[in-house]
């Protein structure tokens, strides 16, 4: 493998680089610091032919404007938290209403509008953060390390490493949107997802603290179906979100840091696959039917709804607020570490 970098911009004068991961077959992806975001993956096809299955941008211009995490790491706490707070050790926290009276994806000051410290080890790249005490109204200042990784085998290995001095809530994932055909509408993509149930949540996809068994429902993708097949159905979950916009507790969800697999998507017409194996809790499966980019994107055009489908590994939406879930909890004396493999193959 062999990693390069290039000048990508500057932000509040930090410099902004793009990273770029290739194998000689042509295969690569592209990182930055800005955000730690995953840019762009050039994958084959049952041909060969090479295409980005990435939405994105291609100048720094397009990320600052974004308003849908494209590709980004999502901290301090990714999806949402209801009515922006929560009590831990008897002590409320308010956070950043950034989404309604609720905070979504960290508030204000997320991870994926900070510029990150890059280091380049082996075939990985690694980005670090300091967050400090109170940003976003989180307590602990809490030290981030996310590094990616690329193989000749077309596997994307990303992996979380934090520490806090202070006890804190962390929920981390990347929110990369993938289009195996590398345009067009991914409604036809067929998904799997190996959970028997989802969260249920209210109009505002804060959940209820209760899990709806999927079978013979509009949820269940438990056999591999194309993402459209339901989507006419009456339901009520699904006008909310306009499409699937919901979390799949795994199968271990309550086993810590136990690699499983979450989900598997695939577009007949490429041949391309993916499949994501996590140790997190849970898969929020977003069918992207809110993106509405404010520039264009790689295609020239302004992105909109189902041109790409979100795999978000992470713990449980609202998990501070439902004890009944699994603990996102950092302490002091622990070390958050938890990780998302990108297994693309090719089925002809």
């Known amino acids: 493998m062999n990693i390069s970098s290039q000048p990508f911009g500057c932000v509040k004068g930090k410099e902004v680089f793009l990273y770029t991961i290739s194998h000689q077959s042509g295969a690569s992806i592209q990182l930055s610091n800005y955000g730690a975001t995953w840019v762009s993956a050039l994958i084959p096809d049952s041909n060969g032919v090479l295409a980005d299955v990435l939405l994105g941008y291609t100048g720094l211009d397009g990320y600052l404007s974004d308003s849908n995490y494209m590709g980004s790491t999502v901290g301090r706490f990714a999806n949402r938290i209801n009515n922006a707070g929560f009590t831990l050790n008897g002590c409320r926290y308010d956070l950043d209403k950034n989404d309604g009276e609720n905070t979504n994806h960290g508030g204000f000051s997320g991870f994926n509008t900070q510029v990150y410290d890059a280091d380049v080890t082996g075939n990985s790249v690694v980005f670090s953060l300091n967050s400090p005490d109170g940003e976003g109204g989180f307590p602990g200042n809490v030290s981030l390390k996310v590094s990616y990784s690329f193989s000749g085998d077309l596997k994307v290995l990303i992996q979380y490493k934090a520490t806090t001095d202070k006890d804190t809530y962390l929920n981390l994932t990347n929110h990369a949107y993938f289009n195996l055909a590398g345009s067009g509408s991914v409604v036809t993509h067929l998904l799997s997802i190996p959970s028997d149930n989802i969260l249920e949540t209210d109009e505002c996809f804060i959940p209820t603290g209760k899990m709806i068994p999927v079978s013979d429902t509009v949820f269940d993708f438990t056999r591999m179906r194309t993402i459209d097949s339901r ?96 603990s996102c909890l950092l302490q002091p004396d622990e070390v958050y570490h938890h990780s998302i493999e990108y297994h693309f193959t090719i089925k002809k």
């Open 231 to 326: 989507m006419d159905e009456h339901n009520q979950q699904l006008i909310w979100n306009k499409g699937y916009n919901h979390c799949y507790p795994l199968v271990n969800h309550h086993v810590s840091n136990t690699l499983q697999p979450a989900a598997t998507l695939y577009d007949p017409l490429s041949g391309r696959q993916l499949q994501l194996f996590t140790t997190l809790p849970s898969v929020l499966i977003y069918t992207a039917g809110f993106l509405n980019s404010q520039l264009p994107g790689k295609s020239g055009s302004r992105y909109q709804p189902f041109e790409g489908i979100c795999l978000e590994a992470q713990f449980f939406p609202d998990s501070p607020n439902h004890s009944h879930f699994p």
